[in-house]
């Protein structure tokens, strides 16, 4: 009688080449699936597309904003740079909510946020105000775009490391902030309060002290980390009807006083880091 049955022993391990090649098919597989990683050829949920489309939505608006510049309608092109920032958190919220969170998603949204917080307002901004100073404007306008693409690149590296101890906040302005503040020049011009364009050099430098703070280690308000007391909840609500008020009336000057009280918000952030190394 033979010393063993095949019939009951273990298939015999493939090769060490056949099994590399089968994992790397593996991996393959895995990066070109669908978002969600489910199999090439299998289905996918409609809402699981939901964050995607949302980015898709911000990334169109960027860049018909850049469009819009270029035939000089600023107040259009604004409007869609504000609208990309405002819907930027609800791909992620969504993605969390839906649990469809993904490799691709996060890249799909990295990409969509330069093009739309870094290359759109720059350009805006320079069409608007500093083509009076071509050279010494685009100058400026690189470096903004430049520090939106570095503060992304930096949030890309750190996505997965532990939040920094303390009350949650940004490290540096975030890219859709700092899209919103690179483009004061356009609110008070917009808002009737000065020419901004009759001053390109002060737009130039403002724009490039905007991607500065982007690339700074500041610490920055974040969502998570405010607080407010039950004492000052029906001040905080009685604002927000003045401030929906104002977006129906006098939008501009809304988009000013937000503008300066973020920068406020920054300074007293520079206060505290250097007192302490949390906000």
Partial sequence: MPDSDPRRDPPAEPPPVVRSRHLEAQRRDAEEAPILGSP?????????????????LGLCAGLTAIRFAFDGRFEVAALLIIFAAVIDGLDGLLARKLKAQSSFGAELDSLSDFLSFGVAPALVVFFFALTDAPGFGWIFA?????CCCL?????????????PPGRAHFTGVPAPAGALLAMLPLY??????????????????YLGAVGCLMV??????????????????????????????MMFTRFWLLMVLLVVAYIFAV???????RRRPTF
């Avoid at 300074?267 to 880091?273: D, E, F, K, P, S």
Wanted: no cysteine; net charge positive.
């Fill in 216 to 245: 700074s280690r500041i610490p920055t308000l974040s969502p998570k980390g405010i607080r407010i007391s039950r004492d000052h909840v029906p001040f905080v609500l009685v604002a927000t009807a003045g401030a929906v008020g």
């Fill in 142 to 146: 690189l470096i903004f775009t430049i």
């Fill in 267 to 273: 300074g007293y952030g520079l206060v505290t880091a």
């Fill in 188 to 205: 008070v011009a917009l808002g009737g309060i000065v020419n901004a364009a009759a001053a390109p050099l002060l737009v130039a430098l």
């Fill in 40 to 56: 090439r050829r299998g289905s996918l949920p409609f809402l699981h597309l939901l964050p995607n489309l949302v980015t898709i």
């Fill in 151 to 163: 503060r992304l690149a930096r949030f890309n590296v750190t996505r997965d490391a532990p939040p």
